[in-house]
């Protein structure tokens, strides 16, 4: 039996008295994976990404060990229901514009001093302000650097469209503006290398395309590492007090923590490991969060038909953005119909050995958006479902 086959009877046996749709997380290989992210961040921090775990009882798990320190969110909205849940650092990844959120944040010590708000542009402090009451609270500021690789004098740009602020005088600038206005505290400085942590390099069947992913993502280390340690001198001499440098992200975490200007590295992915971390030759992870699908029909030979399934990831539409088969191996989707909403067929010699009512287990694209399908996460240890945690959703909150 091969290892994948034997993951497969454990998680029947352990889900057996349950009805598919059904979403679990592997316990093991979690801590596996948050250990692996430790070792990897070399005695620095981790700041746990919320949006790739989206379950608190998950988000408290990782917290609570060794290596890990503080959330890093993507609503306003999120981060004060984190705040008022006892999580205690709370860094919004993201710009905000929602006013009642700020009101709340202003007028609350205990959320003003728990969560640090993202901004690249002082309009984003003129929105803050109208939305308090009275004085408020002090609010804490975190500055974002636009990380992106822009090559032929910025003919080429390889990376998001994130911040406006890119050099060592703009950021310095927008400190001084935070540094000036009363009611804000500059705390903290964020990059994040998407185009280097969340793009694989080693992408099946295309060596030449990997190969340039390798040499593209060797230049934007080099360059962003001068770059960032050139704003972050010129941040401190502003804020000398700075708490926290972010950067990093799962596939990078190695890399940004060699940085001496770094602080502190940023992780959730890696946590569950999705299928899209199959493509990178920096780390390995084991597959810990799964959903099954049950089989409803056998339409012929080498053919079944399981209940929906048709759960794709965010970014640019692509067969790399649908979830794959799993469990059991050697399944794949039918070209001309894929994943879809209601029924998705799958095509494979193994398709002869399901029964109706079997499950096949598959892997998201991306780690936390399969809790925007799931209400639930049964937790998985051996072959026992040892817990069942509410995620987001089944706490009735969706942020976006």
């Known amino acids: 039996m091969t290892p994948r086959a034997a993951d497969r009877a ?22 596996a994976n948050a250990d692996d992210v430790v070792r990897r961040a070399a005695g620095k921090p981790v700041r746990v990404a919320s949006k790739s775990v989206r379950c608190r009882a998950l988000l408290e798990r990782v917290l609570a060990r060794p290596g890990f320190a503080g959330l890093m969110s993507f609503t306003l909205a999120e981060s004060v229901w984190l ?23 202003t007028g609350d010590p205990k959320l003003a001093g728990a969560i640090t708000v993202m901004i690249d542009d002082p309009a984003q402090l003129d929105l803050v302000d109208r939305a308090r009451e009275g004085a408020g609270h002090e ?51 964020m990059a994040y290398e998407g185009h280097v942590a969340g793009v694989g390099d080693a992408v099946a069947g295309r060596p030449l395309r990997s190969r340039a992913i390798r040499a593209m993502q060797a230049v934007a280390r080099k360059e ?47 946590l569950y490991v999705p299928r899209l971390f199959d493509n990178y030759t920096s780390f390995s992870g084991r597959p810990a969060a799964l959903f099954a699908q049950p089989v409803v029909r056998r339409p012929g030979v080498g053919v079944v038909t399981v209940l929906g399934g048709g759960y794709p990831a965010s970014g640019a539409p692509g067969a790399d953005r649908l979830p794959v088969p799993y469990l059991p191996e050697g399944l794949r989707y039918d070209p ?53 945690v509410p995620t987001y959703r089944g706490e009735g909150r969706t942020f976006l």
């Open 83 to 105: 705040a008022r849940a006892g999580f205690e650092d709370v860094l919004l990844a993201y710009p905000s514009t929602d006013r009642a959120a700020f009101t709340e944040l």
């Open 10 to 31: 454990r998680y029947d046996r352990a889900t057996a008295h349950l009805d598919a749709p059904v979403a679990i997380v592997d316990l093991e290989a979690f801590d």
């Open 336 to 388: 001309q119909e894929g994943a879809g909403e209601v029924q998705t067929p799958l095509l494979g010699s193994p398709a002869d050995d399901l029964l109706i009512g079997d499950k096949v287990w598959f892997r998201h694209a991306k780690a936390g958006e399969l809790c925007e399908r799931f209400g639930e996460l049964h937790l998985v240890e051996g072959d026992r479902v040892t817990a069942t």
């Open 139 to 189: 609010v804490r500021v975190c500055l974002e650097l636009d990380t992106s690789l822009q090559l032929l004098g910025g003919r080429v740009r390889v990376g998001a469209r994130r911040s406006p602020l890119r050099t060592p005088a703009q950021l310095a600038e927008l400190a001084r503006s935070v540094a000036r206005r009363p009611g804000f505290r500059l705390v903290g400085l």
């Open 224 to 270: 962003l590492a001068a770059r960032r340690a050139h704003v972050v001198r010129a941040v401190r001499a502003v804020a000398p007090d700075l708490e926290f440098v972010n950067g990093g992200g799962t596939g990078s975490v190695q890399h940004t923590a060699a940085e001496a200007a770094v602080t502190e590295i940023a992780a959730g992915s890696g």
